[in-house]
């Protein structure tokens, strides 16, 4: 069993605290990392993947903290940041050579490692071929199997899923839930169906600070009695609604428009009906709207 | 390592630019010698293959600029460091991969310029001495074309490898290419450009003139001036990647 404890971890950048006295334990499965840009989850990844290392507090990897046992450590994670460039002479294969050989693996166990994560990502046929002429998406495969090429036993994604069309999603979600089994997977993203679909778990950060951690029944639970549907033709109720609620979701039919509204009070309408609660309710509720990118 | 070293070199050898200026430069090597007698067609070679340095320099440089900052440009310098071996390793894969980039190039283009002239003159006449050469007139070293070439060779490799340390230095503390290319280039070029202006106490000790060697066969540079020289060399080989460690770990680079 895997155990990561982030302890009371701070990370400063003069006055301003990137991340905030945040502690979390985590053990095998996926955690979703939730929050709006700017709220420190790249940070906090970076932390974990000993890219920064934090003002104050520590990370316990398996009672050890990673930084006495840094070498070991970097040798079970594997790390995919937001943002990844690969070298456009570089074939996939040699790509994944590369990063084979900083990572440590011998060349024959490389080789293997690379034909069988180069299927499973969908490139074998294409593995020759110079990344510089492969979409957004393949390069984002590319990226995918080289985190996995140590069989990593703590994954770090940061944004995994940008630039995939729906089918490659859902297979990149599928291979997460197939590895998750034995490695603590921290999925950074905004795109929440991502989230709801493989996170064991969904970490919230807003403003440096974590906010809420738990399961989605969990987290869901805590937002019943605080989602209204709202049906009115009544554009000077519909101005009102939108001035004072967060409204998640606006749509305009043919006799009436649907607003959905989260609300930590009771709402004085009368048209207003208690819903369930859905993710993306919780992502309004606790963040702005103009950070909801893609539900 | 050897994964890694080669790498490398397909990182800074194989792009589009790069080759391109490589192969003009080549192609323009052969034609820098002149017809002439033997000692005339040898004193070109050794006077050309100085006046060439600025393309060797331009090549040098258009490969090192980039080292350090296409890592961080496409975040991969965070991918690399979150590895086993990255932070270790990739800093000696690099200097030691520029190092053999940079020789090939510059030992490439000296060889076309050397092969221009011995095809000249049938390859003839390497045993003249220096000292019957128009450009090393009045000198008195012994030393004659064929001894001259093989020091210039061995002189080139151990200076491109201490250019290639100086030049992953200024791209692992730059965020633009082109600041380590203007920067490396004028580091290089400033005894070439120069030279008229400088006191020759101060030329003699420039790394370009320890790798064009010739320059101090001519000048008659002491003994001293020579150890100082690869002492310069083996120093910076040795402080440079050391900074350039330091820098590419560095938090926030970006």
Known sequence: ?295 | MGQLIKSELRKMLFKKGVLIVWVVSLLFGTLLIHNGTVSEVYADVFFKSYGYTPIMGLVMFMILSGAYTLEYNSNMSDLINTTKNGKKKTVIAKGIGAGIAISIVNLSIVTVIYLDGLKKVHFKGLDIPLKNLWYFKGISSTLNVFEMMLIMIGTIIIASFFFAQLGLYLSSISKSASIPFILGGLIMGVPYILEAVLPSKFIVMTPLWGMISSQLIKHEVSLSIMIIQGTIFVAGCLIFPRLTYKAFIKENKR
Do not use: C, W
């Open chain 1, 1 to 295: 069993m895997n155990k990561l404890e982030i302890k009371n971890l701070t990370k400063s950048y003069g006055n301003k605290n990137a991340n905030n006295n945040i502690t979390i334990t985590l053990e095998n499965g996926v955690y979703g990392l939730l929050g709006p840009n700017g709220a420190g989850k790249t940070t906090l990844m970076k932390q974990i993947a000993t890219l920064i290392k934090p003002t104050t507090g520590e990370i316990i990897y398996n009672g050890k903290n990673i930084y006495s046992i840094e070498d070991e450590y970097r040798g079970v994670i594997g790390y995919l940041p937001q943002e990844f460039g690969v070298y456009k002479n570089f074939s996939a294969k040699s790509f994944l050579q590369y990063i084979a050989a900083l990572k440590g693996l011998a060349k024959r166990e490389a080789n293997k490692k690379i034909d069988e994560l180069l299927n499973v990502v969908g490139l074998y046929d294409v593995r020759n071929k110079a990344i510089g002429k492969f979409s957004g998406g393949m390069k984002r495969r590319v990226g995918i199997a080289q985190v996995l090429l140590n069989d990593p036993k703590i994954i770090i994604l940061d944004e995994p899923t940008a630039g995939l069309d729906p089918q490659e999603r859902t297979r990149f979600r599928n291979l997460l839930s197939a590895i998750s089994k034995d490695k603590i997977i921290i999925l950074s993203t905004h795109i929440i169906s991502d989230i709801e679909s493989i996170a064991k778990e969904t970490i919230m950060i807003k403003d440096g600070e974590m906010i809420m951690k738990g399961s989605h029944r969990e987290i869901l639970s805590d937002m019943n009695g605080k989602v209204y549907r709202i049906r009115t033709n009544d554009e000077n109720q519909l101005a009102e609604i939108q001035s004072k609620y967060k409204v998640v979701n606006l749509q305009r039919g043919i006799d009436f428009t649907e607003l959905r509204i989260v609300s930590d009070e009771a709402i004085p309408y009368v048209n207003a009906q208690v819903m369930e609660p859905k993710f993306e309710d919780v992502y309004m509720f606790y963040f702005d709207l103009e950070n909801t990118k893609e539900v």
